[in-house]
C-alpha cells in the first residue's frame, strides 16, 4: 500500500522481492522494445531499466531467466526486421551470465495479442515462477502479461512496482501549483487523463498539433493556455522556410511546427513556479532542429522547476535525454499508453493480474 503526503492509496501487487526464487526457474515479461537500427539496438534505455529486476532474481540464485518481450509490430512474412538478435546480443553485453536466456519476440506467436492461454502454456512450460517488470505493456491483456499470470505465481518487479508509486504521486494531494504540459500529435489518446487530473490542475498548457484541435474545439470543462505564437512553416519538411506569427494568424498552407518564442517563455514561467509538474506530449516537431526550440524550453524549465516531476511519452522521454536533463527529472515513466491510462483510472490487466502485497 502507497499511501501518504502527495499519493492515494494505492494497492500495490506482491514484489518481486518477497519471492524465493533460489534454484528456480523464472520466467520474466520485460519490455525489450527497442529501437532497432543497421541490425543493432540503437536506444537501450529499456533494456537498462529492466537490469535491476534481472541482476536481483541472478543475485538471489535462480537456476534460469527465462526474459520475454515483443519487439515492434511485426506482420506475418515480415519477421527477419524484428527478430530479438540484437536484442540478445545487447543483453548479454550488459549482463554477462549464462543463466540468462532472452526469447524470441513473443507477437511472432499469433496468440500473444489475443491472450491465447495456449500459448500463456508454452511460455509457462518448465518456469517456476512469473515476473512481470513490463510496465509498458501492463495495459494491454496479452499472454505474456496476463494470461501467463494465471498459470505460474506471479510478482511484479521493481521497474513495475516503481512505476506505480512515482505515478500514483500525482492522482492524491499534491503540491501546488500543480502544472499540466501536454503535446503532440493526438488528442484522443489523452483527452480522459487530461480530463481526470486537469480538474485538480492549476493550470493546464497544451501546444504541439493538439493545441490547434484544442483551440477549435475545446473537449475539456476547463480552461487551458495555449500558445500565444508558433513558428510556421511553409511546408512539412526540416529546410522549409519560417516565420513565427500568432497562434490564430497562421498564413493560409503554413503549417505549426513549433511554439513560438513568446509561448514558449510563458510555458516555461509556469512551469518554473509549478511544485508538481506532469509533461507528455513535444510542443512540435523537435526531431527537426529548427523546430526544437519550444519542446527544449519546456524541458529545461521542468528540469528547473524544483519540485516533483513526472515526464511521460516516447517524444517527451526522448526530449529531457537530447535537452541534456534527463538527470533532473524526478520520474521519467517507461509507460506511454500505460501511464495514461493508468493515470486516467483505469485498471491495467498486467497488473491487475498479479496477487496484491
Not at 518481450?69 to 540484437?86: C, I, N, T, V, Y
Not at 540478445?88 to 553485453?93: G, K, L, N, Q, S
Not at 508454452?122 to 494491454?140: I, Q, T
Not at 511554439?259 to 516537431?285: D, Q, R, Y
Request: aromatic content about 6%; proline content about 6%; hydrophobic content about 45%.
Amino acid at each position: 500500500m502507497v499511501d501518504g503526503p502527495g499519493t492515494t492509496p494505492l494497492l500495490l501487487p506482491r514484489s518481486v522481492e518477497q519471492a524465493e526464487v533460489a534454484d528456480k526457474v523464472v520466467l520474466v515479461r520485460a519490455d525489450l522494445n527497442v529501437p532497432i537500427e543497421d541490425g543493432a539496438v540503437a536506444d537501450d534505455s529499456r533494456i537498462q531499466a529492466s537490469l535491476p529486476t534481472l541482476r536481483l532474481l541472478l543475485e538471489r540464485g535462480v537456476r534460469e531467466l527465462r526474459v520475454c518481450s515483443h519487439l515492434g509490430r511485426p506482420k506475418e512474412g515480415d519477421q527477419d526486421r524484428f527478430r530479438m538478435a540484437p536484442v540478445r546480443e545487447r543483453v548479454a553485453e550488459l549482463l554477462p551470465d549464462g543463466r540468462v536466456r532472452v526469447l524470441e519476440n513473443t507477437r511472432f506467436n499469433a496468440g500473444e495479442t489475443k491472450n491465447d492461454p495456449g500459448f500463456a502454456a508454452e511460455l509457462a512450460a518448465g518456469c517456476d515462477l512469473y515476473v512481470n517488470d513490463a510496465f509498458g505493456s501492463a495495459h494491454r491483456a496479452h499472454s505474456s502479461t496476463e494470461a501467463v499470470a494465471h498459470l505460474l505465481p506471479a510478482y511484479a518487479g521493481l521497474l513495475l512496482l516503481a512505476e506505480l508509486t512515482n505515478l500514483s504521486r500525482l492522482l492524491g494531494e499534491v503540491e501546488r501549483p500543480f502544472v499540466i504540459v501536454s503535446g503532440g500529435a493526438k488528442v484522443d489518446d489523452k483527452v480522459g487523463v487530461l480530463k481526470r487530473l486537469g480538474e485538480r490542475a492549476d493550470q493546464v498548457l497544451i501546444g504541439g498539433k493538439m493545441a490547434e484541435d484544442v483551440r477549435d474545439a475545446n473537449p475539456f470543462p476547463f480552461e487551458v493556455l495555449l500558445p500565444r505564437d508558433v513558428v510556421a512553416a511553409s511546408a512539412f519538411a526540416a529546410d522549409a522556410d519560417t516565420q513565427v506569427v500568432p497562434f490564430d494568424g497562421l498564413p493560409e498552407g503554413w503549417l505549426g511546427l513549433d511554439i513560438g518564442p513568446l509561448a514558449a517563455a510563458e510555458f516555461a514561467s509556469a512551469v518554473a513556479e509549478a511544485k508538481t509538474v506532469f509533461w507528455n506530449g513535444p510542443m512540435g516537431v523537435f526531431e527537426w532542429p529548427r523546430f526544437a526550440e519550444g519542446t527544449f524550453a519546456v524541458a529545461r524549465a521542468v528540469a528547473d522547476s524544483g519540485g516533483y516531476t513526472v515526464v511521460g511519452g516516447g517524444d517527451s522521454v526522448r526530449a529531457v535525454h537530447e535537452a541534456g536533463v534527463a538527470e533532473r527529472i524526478s520520474w521519467i515513466s517507461t509507460g506511454g499508453g500505460a501511464s495514461l491510462e493508468f493515470l486516467e483510472g483505469k485498471e491495467l490487466p498486467g497488473v491487475a493480474a498479479i496477487p496484491a502485497a
